[in-house]
């Protein structure tokens, strides 16, 4: 089993940023890549970012390219999503997310361990 604690969220204004970690413990040998994905009101949870464990390799939706960048610290086995420029759709329940060797690395229902969600809230 592998467990998951994001930290960091909280309310910003618009164009602050804002710095999410999740921290993994547990069978994290099981796992070769971690996902930040988000669910905003009444919108179905989307994938947000990626990146594996070995390699520099990092993946981003359209949305969020070139604002936030995803990283990774494999000796503290934690994760972060560095956001800036954030805007009042980014609202949402940010979920970290690990997945083992199969599927692909934007698909939620390939990532079999989660997070319990930290909300960030962006004013306009």
């Known amino acids: 089993q592998v467990t998951l604690v994001e930290s960091g969220g909280g309310l910003v204004q618009a164009g602050d940023s804002q710095r999410l970690s999740c921290a993994a413990s547990g069978r994290t040998f099981d796992t070769y890549a971690m996902g930040w994905f988000r669910r905003a009101p009444g919108a179905e949870r989307e994938f947000v970012a990626a990146i594996y464990w070995s390699g520099a390799s990092t993946y981003y939706a359209d949305s969020v390219k070139g604002r936030f960048t995803i990283s990774k610290d494999n000796a503290k086995n934690t994760v972060y999503l560095q956001m800036n420029s954030l805007k009042p759709e980014d609202t949402a329940i940010y979920y970290c997310?690990?997945?083992?060797?199969?599927?692909?690395?934007?698909?939620?229902?390939?990532?079999?361990?989660w997070g319990q969600g930290t909300q960030v809230t962006v004013s306009s």
């Open positions: 997310a690990a997945k083992d060797h199969f599927g692909t690395i934007r698909r939620r229902s390939d990532y079999p361990y």
